[in-house]
């Protein structure tokens, strides 16, 4: 749900024009700057992302080193929008890039996050520092006459089929191991407190990772 934090209808003054950030590593052809910048990005592990709550506090303490960009439809910007927000359609982003800054953070947002990360996503691919914010307009404001909404209604789902892997059901039964094929409980209890682990192996032979005999 959203936070409830407030939207604003004016619209910022037009910036200046901006040259494209520059990429830093030097590629031989498009193919390999496209395939290099996706391997740096892919990298990091997580896709970077702030908090409407994070947002909330750039916009109370107008903090220069940001610029808030939506990509949501003009008409849905204009209905009400982030304090000093620009608008960038997102589909229009890779034309658009003299719009922003490569010298600040580049924060996007959407409705609920989807378009918003491809933005973000092809903004750093492009040498930006840009992050998306985590669920959108839906997590600064639920108002749908703004953008917001409550994106998932369980009541909507369609409920088709799915299937479950054997064995991982929650009704199902576990495979019991043959008697006397794993370690009794006393016996773990009495390698733990000799400080070795305790494997599931056969009292017959043993631990067969670290050669002990029970």
Do not use: E
Request: charged share 20%; hydrophobic share 40%.
């Amino acid at each position: 749900m959203g936070a409830g934090y407030p939207t604003v209808t004016n619209v910022p003054r037009a910036t200046r024009m901006f040259h494209a950030a520059k990429i830093k590593a030097r590629y031989a052809n498009v193919a390999d700057a496209i395939k290099g910048q996706a391997r740096a990005y892919f990298a990091k592990g997580l896709a970077p992302v702030v908090t409407a709550a994070d947002v909330r506090k750039i916009v109370l303490s107008r903090d220069p080193r940001y610029q808030i960009v939506s990509v949501q439809q003009t008409a849905d910007y204009a209905a009400g929008h982030i304090k000093g927000a620009t608008n960038i359609v997102w589909t229009d982003i890779a034309d658009k890039t003299a719009k922003l800054d490569p010298h600040k953070m580049i924060i996007i947002y959407c409705y609920g996050g989807q378009t918003g990360a491809q933005a973000s996503m092809f903004l750093n691919l492009m040498g930006y520092k840009a992050y998306n914010v985590l669920s959108g307009m839906s997590s600064w404001n639920n108002d749908p006459a703004v953008g917001g909404f409550s994106f998932y209604n369980p009541a909507a789902v369609a409920n088709c089929p799915a299937v479950k892997q054997r064995g991982t059901a929650g009704t199902a039964r576990p495979r019991r191991a043959p008697a006397g094929a794993l370690l009794a409980v006393r016996d773990r209890r009495r390698l733990a407190s000799r400080g070795i682990p305790a494997c599931s192996a056969r009292r017959s032979s043993g631990c067969r990772t670290h050669g002990l005999r029970l």
